[in-house]
């Protein structure tokens, strides 16, 4: 790996990792995973320095990061955002129920664990189809009894998940749809916009909508985020589509933009005192909340 050595924390050396490999193909409920094929929550997961993940996700990880070093800092910087905008809703807006779509591989702060270290009672839904993520959802996404869902299900299929994640989930209550590094994965063809319209629609009103999502922009970091962008379409089973900032205001008619508004993730009510790094990747973090 030439990722630098921050990327490296967590992992085992190559051996543990191959050792690891097999074994999670071998699981249980993972008979049909293509190993040969990277997947973006298993690339995310090498960025952020986990260990679930093969030789294909690990050599994708790598040539997006060889044409686009900001990604690691940049995925990174999702996670904190991820935990700042938890605590806004719960502990500001008073939101405390959970829609999360694409979750990915658990990691530190998921959801549910930032939710209830405020309120017990938080409620979570995630939603992920990678066989991989269902086998670690199963094992590690546990919350106070009956508070913590998954559902195995691509986040396209709306209303099926919104049936199921009613058994968790109060929908006549406020619920914070959380769409994290998840959007540039709906392709323009599925229409991700009405797809997110359906989505709000079923929610009551106070309910919010919370997005980052890579940019496309100019410049030499926009050139270096398209060349990475290139690279993972040409490796990664699920191709990425970066739109610019117009477009994905597009996701937020009919809300409220909370401040700060669309801004750099790292932007969005960083915690106080908190010193501010350089805007190193083209990626918007925007919440709405539904009237």
Sequence with gaps: MLLHEPCREGHRDSGDLVSDAERLAAT??????????????????????????????????????????????????????????????????????????????????????????????????????????????????????????????????????????????????????????????IPDEDDPFALVQRFMNALASGSHLVISCPESEDGARGEAAKQGTARYNQMVATPMTRRPRAEIGRFFEGLDIVEPGYVHMTRWRPDPGAELPEEFSPAVAVVGRKP
Excluded: C
Excluded at 33 to 45: E, G, M, Q, T
Excluded at 73 to 91: D, E, F, K, W
Excluded at 114 to 136: C, F, T
């Design 28 to 185: 249980p409920g993972t008979e049909a995973l293509d190993i040969s094929v990277a997947h973006p929550a298993r690339v995310y997961d090498v960025w952020l320095g986990g260990k679930d993940h093969f030789a294909a996700d690990r050599r994708a990880a790598e040539q997006v990061f060889r044409a686009n070093p900001w990604i690691v800092p940049g995925v990174r910087a999702n996670r904190a955002y991820l935990a700042r905008v938890v605590r806004y809703l719960v502990r500001e807006a008073g939101v405390t129920q959970f829609l999360d779509l694409g979750t990915g591989l658990p990691s530190a702060n998921n959801v549910h664990e930032v939710a209830q270290s405020i309120d017990r009672a938080a409620r979570v839904v995630y939603v992920d189809n990678d066989p991989i993520v269902l086998v670690h959802a199963r094992a590690l996404l546990t919350g106070a009894p009956g508070t913590v869902a998954y559902i195995d299900a691509d986040i396209r299929n709306a209303g099926a998940i919104l049936d199921k994640a009613a058994d968790t989930l109060d929908l006549t209550r406020p619920v914070a749809v959380m769409l994290l590094m998840t959007l540039q994965f």
